[in-house]
């Protein structure tokens, strides 16, 4: 018989836990969380987070956009409770005193996890090539930078998207859908999977009634946690992330008189379109399209640490499932990635 924890056969599902590299690379990753941070955590993520909790949980939007600190936080409400629990569960080591090194570790509880969470569904899809996974996503260099050094919160977002598409797979839609609303709920700009989505319903003969049951899902868990602050000063602004997903209209061409083409948007529409000229969506043509419209971010937007995080796992997932995968692109881009983030930036 199957559980949560084996197979029919006996083996273990979450074998890839007790191989001496993922113990290692999860010690470094530990030890990373105490040591390493940006600025973009230390002075913008803790204290909003510590304000929200120390303050009995006042609205932290309003408060650093009326000091004029419109970039503290570009998340929704959803990632402001997920980083706000380990420090309200730990709260007693505070009264013995807190310290920055603590401060950050707290904070990359919710990373770790979410860290953890991910390599196991990529080890779950890639059964028989799990050492792999271990070495290219559980140590990929790029993943671990965007989280344990520089301190970006992208890989919760991500993790709730995996997840919803781990229970998607298996048919399990009640699951699935509460997972891509709390994916949409910690990160705003997920919202442009939702077509894709909705294409990949309809492509398997969901009926109609349901369909929409299930898109109004995400949706209403969106507005159920970010209710309290839909009409207050500030949350839009610093949540929506709507400055970044508009930079994506600063790549453009121009023609005669004022007839002006938005690349990004066409593409991801010409992407839309090709996607529901499908007969059905097997899982690699569904991850395929997925990480395209996220790669149409990351590719017209100026580049971002975090933003990497979004199509990473979707390139290492296709790269370890391809046997005869050419080593070089992913070597390239792990030494492009760090040359312009820390030679040029």
């Not at 191989?19 to 973009?40: D, E």
């Not at 990632?79 to 603590?102: E, H, I, K, T, Y």
């Not at 904070?107 to 990529?122: E, F, G, N, Q, T």
């Not at 868990?221 to 992330?241: D, R, T």
Request: net charge neutral; with cysteine.
């Amino acid at each position: 018989s199957t559980s949560w924890l084996t197979e029919r056969n006996g083996e273990s599902k979450v074998a890839i836990f007790n191989t001496p590299l993922f113990l290692w690379m999860l010690g470094i990753k530990v030890i990373a969380s105490f040591l390493f941070a940006s600025n973009l955590l230390i002075s913008n993520y803790i204290p909003f987070v510590n304000y929200f909790v120390e303050h009995g949980f006042a609205n932290p939007y309003q408060h650093f956009w009326e000091l004029g600190q419109a970039i503290s936080f570009p998340f929704p409400a959803l990632m402001l409770w997920v980083l706000a629990l380990p420090r309200l569960l730990l709260f007693p080591l505070w009264a013995w005193g807190s310290s920055v090194d603590l401060d950050i570790f707290i904070y990359r509880i919710p990373i770790l996890l979410a860290d953890i969470s991910l390599a196991l569904i990529l080890a779950r899809w890639l059964k028989t090539k799990q050492d792999k996974v271990l070495l290219y996503y559980w140590c990929s260099p790029i993943l671990f930078y965007i989280s344990y050094i520089a301190g970006n919160l992208d890989a919760i977002p991500i993790a709730m998207l995996f997840i919803f598409l781990f229970f998607l797979f298996k048919e399990k839609y009640p699951a699935a859908f509460l997972f891509l609303g709390f994916a949409l709920a910690t990160k705003t700009g997920l919202v442009i999977l939702l077509p894709f989505v909705l294409v990949y319903l309809i492509l398997e003969h969901q009926r109609y009634l349901s369909i929409a049951g299930l898109m109004a899902v995400p949706l209403a868990i969106y507005a159920v946690a970010n209710a309290p602050y839909f009409f207050q000063p500030g949350f839009w602004e610093l949540a929506s992330g709507g400055s970044d997903l508009l930079n994506v209209l600063r790549v453009q061409l121009t023609l005669s008189g004022n007839l002006i083409i938005y690349v990004a948007p066409l593409v991801y529409l010409g992407l839309l379109v090709r996607s529901s000229m499908f007969q059905t969506f097997n899982r690699d043509i569904f991850l395929m399209f997925l990480g395209f419209a996220l790669g149409i971010i990351a590719l017209f937007i100026p580049p971002a640490i975090g933003w990497y995080y979004w199509i990473v796992p979707f390139f290492i997932y296709f790269y370890i499932k391809e046997d005869r995968a050419n080593r070089m692109p992913f070597l390239m881009l792990n030494v492009l990635y760090f040359f312009y983030f820390i030679a040029v930036e």
